[in-house]
């Protein structure tokens, strides 16, 4: 599957892109306050794409004009994610690297996969979190029409290997409906 949007084409991943999947992902501001280690080597960016950027809805964040992967954005299904176990509720993550920061991509990326979700693959919820610390993503969120839910203390990071605050929002099918029909 491949999503447009005005800016951006989401598309599966490829191994193709370990090289701009590396670029990004071994910046030490990105992955960290993500929850996850910077990459080490295009090898392990490659392992990534291969078992990780594997999911049905995972897919690279590119701009239209090169069709280059710059961030991720993916809809963890079917209960294979940390905040519900019901088929028909999802989680939301994303990230974008640096150079791409501050322009609206990741909200652009986050409309469209909130729309995939509750149009196409009938989710009635879309759950997200951040952790203390990533303002960023609280923004994208709040921007996006996401609520906060709840805090989580003392949450555990295995890629981090470390414990975080962790903050939890979401949007059910029928509040994004009703932000569609306000912004019109």
């Known amino acids: 599957m491949i999503l447009k ?3 951006l084409i ?31 080597n295009i090898d392990e960016s490659l392992d990534v794409i291969k078992n990780v950027f594997c ?23 079917n209960g294979h994610n940390d905040m519900s176990e019901r088929d028909d509720e999802c989680e939301l ?11 609206g991509f990741i909200p652009e990326a986050v409309k ?16 997200c979190g951040y952790y203390d610390g990533n303002i960023k ?23 981090v290997n470390e414990y975080r605050t962790g903050h939890i929002s979401s949007i059910t099918k029928d509040e994004w409906l009703d932000s569609l029909h306000k912004n019109k």
């Open 112 to 127: 469209e996969m909130l729309r995939r979700g509750f149009e196409d693959l009938n989710m009635t919820t879309v759950w």
């Open 10 to 40: 989401l598309r599966p991943w490829e191994e193709s892109d370990a090289q701009s999947l590396y670029e990004y992902a071994r910046d030490p501001g990105i992955g960290p306050i993500a929850g996850w280690l910077p990459h080490k």
């Open 137 to 159: 993503s609280k923004r994208v969120q709040e921007k996006c029409g996401l609520t906060y839910r709840h805090t989580t203390e003392n949450l555990f990071v295995p890629l």
């Open 93 to 103: 993550g994303y990230w974008i690297g640096k150079p791409f920061w501050g322009q």
């Open 55 to 77: 999911g049905k809805e995972c897919y690279a964040v590119c701009m239209k004009k090169d069709n280059i992967a710059v961030g991720c954005i993916e809809l963890k299904l």
């Open 5 to 7: 949007t005005e800016r």
